[in-house]
């Protein structure tokens, strides 16, 4: 269920992202600067916020009427142990205890669809959360922290797969495909790479984030474009970036077929007016961005 | 044999259909409304509901129909239905207020012999609760449906009599009014019979629940649920009156009511009803299409888009906008200008913030991007498409209901889109 607190869109006064450095926090961060808005950025190098100290270094960077955005996570990437879930605990703690001691306006969570059931095939904004993995489970808990212990209004964000070009992630989906299809000429699958996914542009993340803000939108968001393509779709339209076409290479598949479809309506029921970007068009785009830095 | 005299109290849309009825069934009836100036608006021939063919039954059955706003009219009745109505909130709850204030009202009035009958929709248990060994007590089912409410009244297909004691004979005065209509006479306990009809109801929605996902199978498919239709129509264990159009969502307060009665009665009894909830969950989801729909082919590319809304109902032939689909797509276009246009309802400036009216259907589509049919209105099927396609500044025409000629809207050069189909 998603309420609007401030249904006419205004920008708030100071935005701090936290978790700055990374891929979903550096984009929002330089598209906050672009816009004008004010904004500070921190990062890890900043404040640790997994460190005992971090609450009282954060409320002291912190002002009344601030906008948190809680981007801050390791990502699995960076492990899936249990070891790197205590260390996203802690920060989830010390950020929801920062938040209570200062006197935020209005909080924006990023979590992860990581929340549901591996097996849940179409999950729209009611869909209960049962996560199924220690990264799922322990973005659950942060969720739950920050609604148990926070009294400014808090908007959540769970993303789905997210792709661009600042991506370091490297998970299985279109950045992986293009870092093979540019060293090796060819694409690998699992199986015929039928399963469904719904992938989304960091830019079009990004503007829901900014939706968000501009209207201190509470309640659970989903991240997702609500069209989801099969990974042999995807490598398709990765392969067909380069000269010559990768080749599309597939595999023994290991893991059983799963699908995840979004259904987006509440999203589009607080934002009528967003759009979001097609696979082809994010992809081609994508493509031409890293060119473009070479 | 004489005539028994019916009375009813309460000349809601119910209760005005169910004395008119009598009346035409050559009954002497007394039609009592405490309301101010109820009874004399109705004698003049006022009415404030809108149900079709009710006006001509009124007027021919004049002789026989008198309304009084004075209770102790009702002191030589034999048989007395009540029958106001029960507000339901939000949540569903029905509010049995009203109605106890209506039965102790006319305690007093009737004769020791008159048989009262609890005529509105009560949750299980209530009727029990009123019942004394000294006063003959009964519930009948209502199976009113808004716009074929004259026909269901004059030819039911069975009454469903909820009794202290099924076993006992019904009051000589009570059986020869219900044999008059010459359908079958169901008498049960009265929990029975107060779940009866939340049984029917969930029925209906079971049914219209199946339609609408297999509608949205079909649309995602290639498949047309109107070709599918006839054949399920044709299964005799389906039968030819299902609910099988497939719509947007449950509405109109009555079937909500009853499931969130039966998601009541589960709580305390630990039941599992499931299947209820998906029911709740699949109407959630099928009332926002046009929404999706016109995020799809309009929103996500023109902010600056007008709507056009036709229909405010909940259905054709009521005014009634209780949960109606088309109030709950304004609630969600606030960003864009919507013209709106309804034959019976008018529009509030609470539903959205840049809302016009307009006199005609085609008026409301004056320079829009798109049009939205939200109630099947009989007259939106004279719209011409090529008159619709000239009036409007884009060509996206959503018809749920399928009010208009998807060919000829097609051929006009518009974008159509329904239920149940791609």
Same mark, same amino acid.
């Given at each position: 269920?998603?309420?609007?607190?401030?249904?006419?869109?205004?920008?708030?006064?100071?935005?701090?992202?936290?978790?700055?450095?990374?891929?979903?926090?550096?984009?929002?961060?330089?598209?906050?600067?672009?816009?004008?808005?004010?904004?500070?950025?921190?990062?890890?190098?900043?404040?640790?916020?997994?460190?005992?100290?971090?609450?009282?270094?954060?409320?002291?960077?912190?002002?009344?009427?601030?906008?948190?955005?809680?981007?801050?996570?390791?990502?699995?990437?960076?492990?899936?142990?249990?070891?790197?879930?205590?260390?996203?605990?802690?920060?989830?703690?010390?950020?929801?205890?920062?938040?209570?001691?200062?006197?935020?306006?209005?909080?924006?969570?990023?979590?992860?669809?990581?929340?549901?059931?591996?097996?849940?095939?179409?999950?729209?904004?009611?869909?209960?959360?049962?996560?199924?993995?220690?990264?799922?489970?322990?973005?659950?808990?942060?969720?739950?922290?920050?609604?148990?212990?926070?009294?400014?209004?808090?908007?959540?964000?769970?993303?789905?797969?997210?792709?661009?070009?600042?991506?370091?992630?490297?998970?299985?989906?279109?950045?992986?495909?293009?870092?093979?299809?540019?060293?090796?000429?060819?694409?690998?699958?699992?199986?015929?790479?039928?399963?469904?996914?719904?992938?989304?542009?960091?830019?079009?993340?990004?503007?829901?984030?900014?939706?968000?803000?501009?209207?201190?939108?509470?309640?659970?968001?989903?991240?997702?474009?609500?069209?989801?393509?099969?990974?042999?779709?995807?490598?398709?339209?990765?392969?067909?970036?380069?000269?010559?076409?990768?080749?599309?290479?597939?595999?023994?598949?290991?893991?059983?077929?799963?699908?995840?479809?979004?259904?987006?309506?509440?999203?589009?029921?607080?934002?009528?007016?967003?759009?979001?970007?097609?696979?082809?068009?994010?992809?081609?785009?994508?493509?031409?961005?890293?060119?473009?830095?070479? | 044999?004489?005539?028994?005299?019916?009375?009813?109290?309460?000349?809601?849309?119910?209760?005005?259909?169910?004395?008119?009825?009598?009346?035409?069934?050559?009954?002497?009836?007394?039609?009592?409304?405490?309301?101010?100036?109820?009874?004399?608006?109705?004698?003049?021939?006022?009415?404030?509901?809108?149900?079709?063919?009710?006006?001509?039954?009124?007027?021919?059955?004049?002789?026989?129909?008198?309304?009084?706003?004075?209770?102790?009219?009702?002191?030589?009745?034999?048989?007395?239905?009540?029958?106001?109505?029960?507000?339901?909130?939000?949540?569903?709850?029905?509010?049995?207020?009203?109605?106890?204030?209506?039965?102790?009202?006319?305690?007093?009035?009737?004769?020791?012999?008159?048989?009262?009958?609890?005529?509105?929709?009560?949750?299980?248990?209530?009727?029990?609760?009123?019942?004394?060994?000294?006063?003959?007590?009964?519930?009948?089912?209502?199976?009113?449906?808004?716009?074929?409410?004259?026909?269901?009244?004059?030819?039911?297909?069975?009454?469903?009599?909820?009794?202290?004691?099924?076993?006992?004979?019904?009051?000589?005065?009570?059986?020869?009014?219900?044999?008059?209509?010459?359908?079958?006479?169901?008498?049960?306990?009265?929990?029975? @019979?107060? *779940? &009866?009809?939340? +049984?029917?109801?969930?029925?209906? $929605?079971?049914?219209?629940? %199946? /339609?609408?996902?297999?509608?949205?199978?079909?649309?995602?498919?290639?498949?047309?649920?109107?070709?599918?239709?006839?054949?399920?129509?044709?299964?005799?264990?389906?039968?030819?009156?299902?609910?099988?159009?497939?719509?947007?969502?449950?509405?109109?307060?009555?079937?909500?009511?009853?499931?969130?009665?039966?998601?009541?009665?589960?709580?305390?009894?630990?039941?599992?009803?499931?299947?209820?909830?998906?029911?709740?969950?699949?109407?959630?989801?099928?009332?926002?299409?046009?929404?999706?729909?016109?995020?799809?082919?309009?929103?996500?590319?023109?902010?600056?888009?007008?709507?056009?809304?036709?229909?405010?109902?909940?259905?054709?032939?009521?005014?009634?906008?209780?949960?109606?689909?088309?109030? @709950?797509? *304004? &609630?969600?276009? +606030?960003?864009?200008?919507?013209? $709106?246009?309804?034959?019976? %309802? /008018?529009?509030?400036?609470?539903?959205?913030?840049?809302?016009?009216?307009?006199?005609?259907?085609?008026?409301?589509?004056?320079?829009?991007?798109?049009?939205?049919?939200?109630?099947?209105?009989?007259?939106?099927?004279?719209?011409?498409?090529?008159?619709?396609?000239?009036?409007?500044?884009?060509?996206?025409?959503?018809?749920?209901?399928?009010?208009?000629?998807?060919?000829?809207?097609?051929?006009?050069?518009?974008?159509?889109?329904?239920?149940?189909?791609?």
């Amino acid at each position: 269920m998603v309420m609007l607190v401030n249904p006419t869109s205004k920008n708030t006064a100071r935005t701090v992202v936290l978790g700055a450095r990374g891929f979903i926090g550096g984009a929002l961060t330089r598209r906050l600067e672009a816009e004008g808005a004010s904004v500070l950025a921190l990062g890890s190098g900043d404040i640790d916020l997994a460190a005992p100290e971090a609450t009282e270094r954060l409320v002291a960077r912190l002002k009344p009427g601030d906008t948190v955005v809680f981007c801050a996570c390791l990502t699995p990437d960076r492990g899936r142990d249990l070891a790197t879930m205590m260390r996203n605990l802690a920060m989830g703690r010390n950020v929801a205890e920062a938040m209570v001691t200062a006197a935020v306006d209005y909080i924006v969570y990023l979590s992860s669809d990581a929340v549901y059931a591996d097996d849940t095939a179409r999950i729209a904004s009611d869909t209960k959360a049962e996560p199924g993995t220690l990264y799922g489970a322990m973005h659950l808990a942060r969720e739950v922290m920050l609604k148990a212990s926070v009294k400014a209004p808090l908007g959540i964000l769970r993303a789905t797969l997210v792709y661009g070009t600042a991506d370091t992630h490297n998970s299985y989906g279109p950045n992986r495909f293009r870092r093979m299809a540019e060293k090796d000429g060819k694409i690998t699958l699992s199986g015929g790479g039928e399963e469904m996914r719904d992938h989304i542009t960091i830019s079009d993340l990004v503007e829901i984030v900014l939706r968000m803000l501009r209207q201190k939108t509470r309640g659970t968001l989903l991240g997702a474009t609500g069209r989801s393509a099969s990974f042999a779709e995807v490598a398709q339209l990765v392969a067909t970036q380069f000269t010559p076409r990768a080749e599309i290479v597939n595999l023994p598949r290991q893991n059983p077929i799963t699908h995840r479809h979004f259904d987006v309506t509440s999203t589009l029921a607080a934002f009528p007016e967003i759009a979001f970007t097609t696979l082809g068009v994010g992809i081609a785009r994508v493509h031409a961005e890293l060119l473009e830095r070479r | 044999m004489t005539m028994p005299r019916i009375g009813f109290a309460g000349m809601t849309h119910l209760g005005l259909v169910s004395a008119a009825g009598a009346a035409e069934k050559g009954f002497a009836v007394v039609a009592f409304d405490p309301g101010p100036g109820t009874a004399a608006a109705l004698a003049r021939g006022k009415f404030s509901v809108l149900e079709p063919e009710l006006p001509e039954l009124v007027q021919r059955n004049a002789p026989r129909l008198r309304f009084t706003a004075e209770l102790s009219d009702l002191a030589d009745c034999d048989v007395v239905y009540v029958a106001p109505d029960v507000p339901t909130d939000d949540l569903g709850q029905s509010d049995l207020a009203p109605l106890c204030r209506l039965l102790d009202s006319i305690e007093g009035a009737l004769s020791d012999r008159a048989v009262t009958v609890i005529l509105s929709q009560v949750p299980p248990a209530f009727t029990r609760g009123r019942w004394r060994a000294d006063r003959a007590l009964y519930y009948q089912v209502e199976t009113l449906v808004f716009g074929r409410a004259v026909e269901r009244t004059l030819n039911p297909e069975r009454f469903i009599i909820g009794c202290a004691d099924p076993a006992a004979p019904l009051p000589a005065a009570y059986g020869d009014y219900l044999a008059r209509y010459g359908c079958p006479v169901l008498p049960m306990r009265f929990e029975s @019979a107060e *779940l &009866a009809k939340i +049984s029917i109801n969930m029925c209906l $929605v079971a049914s219209v629940s %199946v /339609a609408n996902m297999m509608a949205e199978l079909c649309e995602r498919i290639g498949a047309d649920w109107a070709e599918i239709m006839p054949s399920l129509r044709l299964d005799r264990r389906i039968g030819a009156y299902a609910y099988l159009s497939p719509g947007l969502g449950i509405a109109g307060g009555n079937l909500e009511r009853d499931i969130a009665t039966v998601f009541r009665l589960a709580e305390r009894s630990g039941s599992d009803v499931g299947t209820a909830h998906a029911w709740v969950a699949n109407s959630r989801h099928r009332r926002r299409w046009p929404l999706r729909l016109l995020h799809e082919t309009v929103l996500s590319r023109d902010a600056n888009a007008a709507i056009a809304v036709l229909g405010l109902a909940y259905k054709e032939d009521t005014a009634s906008t209780k949960n109606s689909p088309a109030l @709950a797509l *304004l &609630a969600d276009l +606030s960003p864009f200008a919507v013209r $709106v246009y309804d034959p019976a %309802v /008018a529009a509030s400036p609470e539903w959205h913030p840049n809302l016009a009216q307009a006199p005609s259907a085609l008026a409301a589509c004056e320079g829009v991007q798109a049009v939205a049919i939200m109630t099947p209105w009989r007259e939106f099927r004279d719209i011409d498409p090529r008159a619709l396609a000239r009036r409007m500044a884009g060509n996206t025409v959503l018809d749920p209901y399928r009010m208009l000629d998807a060919a000829g809207c097609r051929a006009a050069g518009l974008e159509y889109a329904t239920l149940g189909v791609t």
